[in-house]
């Protein structure tokens, strides 16, 4: 959750077409929760993202009951809410305002809002706001044979799930659901991106 505590706050976000396939999938098949819990999930995503659109257009008492049903996430705008919710919580029986989405609202909130597609920029991003070096590693420029310093070296974990939603091939209902369930998600995303391009 977002908390204006710290004096500064940085995070990272992921493209929610991606976001909402590796939830369905972590929750089927994963090591940790799938070989515990999978059997609760529908069979196929088509069912799960069927299911939470219909309980996002009916309302919040049904996804808590969703939730419950599938002892899993809730894909429902599910990025945004944690990172977009107020800074101080809002009194017993109030309805909490939504924060709006806007580049100034962002930047008041995050030092860095970076991107999971963009994994080591965002973690050079992180490292030279925090403190002020821009360490060779983060260096863009490019080396002698023209190549770009800066690369992932990291290892690529599979949790033992089929898709991580960046290897999925979506059908054009499967994102109509995804961006039904994560309309807000998509805004905060598009911001992030335009932001994230301005910072680095």
């Given at each position: 959750h977002f908390s204006?505590?710290?004096?500064?706050?940085?995070?990272?976000?992921?493209?929610?077409?991606?976001?909402?396939?590796?939830?369905y999938f972590h929750c089927k098949e994963s090591k940790h929760h799938g070989k515990k819990l999978g059997h609760l999930m529908p069979d196929t995503l088509e069912e799960w993202l069927d299911a939470w659109v219909k309980t996002k257009r009916v309302g919040k008492a049904q996804a808590l009951k969703r939730m419950e049903e599938y002892r899993c996430y809730n894909p429902i705008n599910m990025q945004s809410s944690l990172l977009l919710s107020p800074a101080a919580p809002p009194s017993y029986g109030e309805e909490s305002a939504p924060v709006s989405i806007s580049k100034d609202t962002i930047t008041e909130r995050f030092d860095v809002l970076g991107l999971t597609s963009q994994m080591d920029k965002s973690l050079c991003l992180i490292f030279i706001r925090w403190t002020g070096i821009v360490p060779d590693r983060c260096n863009c420029s490019q080396n002698a044979e023209g190549k770009?310093?800066?690369a992932h070296h990291g290892a690529i974990h599979s949790h033992n799930v089929t898709n991580h939603g960046g290897t999925h091939e979506h059908t054009k209902e499967q994102l109509q659901a995804?961006?039904?369930?994560a309309d807000v998600d998509m805004k905060l995303y598009a911001v992030a991106e335009?932001?994230?391009?301005?910072?680095v």
């Open positions: 204006n505590v710290p004096q500064h706050v940085y995070s990272i976000i992921r493209d929610p077409r991606e976001h909402i396939v590796s939830a770009e310093v800066l995804i961006e039904e369930l335009e932001l994230f391009a301005e910072q």
